[in-house]
């Protein structure tokens, strides 16, 4: 060919070259975005549409296995029964592992490889075809369906007075969620005033029981109690601190409270809950409600810190001279004189 004809021809082939890749790209971005959009209408995932399509590793033309080999299935169910029992191995350690294997795997009977494919086909199945769920949209099935359980409840309620209480807990460990209630007009102030059920601290233990059995309910209250309690004590020593101006002060209890905060510091702590005793929070209060009603009346300042005058503070000494005399309070304890008062004592050596 001449070079005019060379050149003529390299340009057509360049251009059937470029108009075959624009081809292949256009398809390519076609079809991710139909697999998005499938994934998305059926809830899969884009791994599985692909499977499905025979697509997976990029490749419209490669084949896949219709059944598993028995060999795998075999090597498929010895890491299944090794990672139950907790045990592994190293990457080096796969030379030694393959003939001991092997010669169990010869040991095999026909119905074992059998079984054992049955299992591993049914396992990939489900791994590259079933449906693939976040936690995220677990929460968001729970979150919807109890909406949605609400509203069917109110409908009810209203057609025929039907009074109903659900509450929605999550069942694992793994999917962590956080605790859904709802009730009908009327029916949760008569559940926590009259009958005294503190909805939150039955939360915390159905949480607990749905997730790790009875031994979860002691451990989510435990818990809970414990955080209630180092909030309200948080609260205490900070109101004694910024009332006093002492940064490393902190409460004491018992006769503590009167002889080394009321006396020096000329403070005392106002409307006190009536239904908790007025002692330290870890004898006083041993369940959710009595420390949630401590909480929410610090935080709201209904009960806080006062400071005494001196008429003030010689009247609360006459009262509690009053309480100690009526044995409503304890009296100071003073300490015995010793024996030896006075007495030079001799020291051994």
Known sequence: LSK??????????QELRTAYTNS????????????????????????AVQAALNVGSGAFNKGRHAKASPWHAFLWKKAQVERDEGSSFSRDELPNITPARSSEYQALSSEEKEQYVKEYQEWRETRQLGEWTTGRSKTNDVVTTGRNIEI???????????????????????HPM???????RGLLDFVQSGLGFDVGDFLAQLEGFTSW????????????????????????????????GQKDLQMKWGTGYWTRI??????I?????????????????????????????????????????????????????????ARILPADKSR???SDKGRKRTRTE
Do not use: Y
């Not at 004809?5 to 082939?13: C, E, K, L, M, V």
């Not at 292949?24 to 791994?47: M, R």
């Not at 031994?215 to 009332?243: C, S, W």
């Not at 409307?271 to 004898?283: L, T």
């Open 24 to 47: 292949v790209q256009a398809l390519a971005l076609e079809v991710k975005d139909k697999v998005s959009s499938i994934a998305v209408e059926h809830k899969k995932s884009c791994d």
């Open 213 to 244: 059995g009875i031994k979860g309910v002691a451990k989510n209250h435990t818990a809970n109690v414990t955080r209630l309690r180092q909030a309200v004590t948080d609260m205490i020593n900070r109101g004694l601190q910024e009332i006093t």
């Open 269 to 325: 702590i106002r409307s006190w809950p009536s239904q908790v005793k007025f002692e330290c929070i870890s004898k006083s209060c041993s369940s959710v409600c009595d420390l949630q009603l401590l909480l929410e009346a610090w935080t709201e300042a209904t009960t806080h810190w006062v400071q005494l005058s001196d008429a003030e503070f010689a009247e609360e000494e006459c009262k509690r001279a009053d309480d100690i005399r």
């Open 4 to 13: 005019e004809a060379r050149n003529t021809t390299n340009a057509r082939r």
């Open 178 to 184: 956080k605790p859904v209630m709802f009730a009908t």
């Open 152 to 174: 069917e409840f109110e409908r009810l309620a209203s057609r025929t007075g039907a009074a109903a209480l659900c509450f929605i807990v999550c069942g694992s460990p793994g």
């Open 262 to 267: 009321v006396c020096p510091h000329c403070v």
């Open 336 to 338: 015995k004189t010793r």
